[in-house]
């Protein structure tokens, strides 16, 4: 019913940025809290940087300052932009969005974007 399509994933240098979206489409009625997670091989998935719908943020402590999460609901993207990028940043990125679909009884359902890759070089 709804599909995550992310970007802006890539190779960089340590010190480097990137930014990353996230854009859904579908049937949404409406998006409450997005966020971004972090997945290395043998490790599980990590909260990065989550933001609700009434735009109140929360940072994992080892990005606060470094990464900055925000959102356009009008076109239903969520970005993160990453700055003092380290090597230890290296992971997949993926997006989630919790989504009111447009169908009876509009219920709130998880979605996940398809991960993208982000490496920092030393």
């Known amino acids: 019913q709804v599909q995550l399509v992310e970007s802006g994933g890539g190779l960089v240098q340590a010190g480097g940025s990137l930014r990353l979206s996230c854009t859904a489409s579908?049937?949404?009625?409406?998006?409450?809290?997005m966020g971004w997670y972090r997945q290395v091989p043998g490790k599980q998935r990590e909260l990065v940087a989550g933001?609700?719908?009434?735009?109140?943020?929360n940072y994992a402590d080892s990005v606060k300052g470094r990464f900055t999460i925000s959102r356009d609901n009008a076109k239903n993207t969520v970005y993160l932009q990453m700055n003092s990028l380290k090597p230890e940043d290296t992971a997949v990125y993926y997006c989630?969005?919790?989504?009111?679909?447009?169908?009876?009884?509009?219920?709130?359902?998880?979605?996940w974007g398809q991960g993208t890759q982000v490496t920092v070089s030393s």
């Open positions: 989630n969005q919790k989504v009111v679909v447009t169908t009876f009884p509009f219920s709130e359902y998880d979605y």
């Open positions: 579908g049937r949404i009625f409406s998006i409450n809290a």
């Open positions: 933001i609700t719908s009434g735009g109140r943020t």
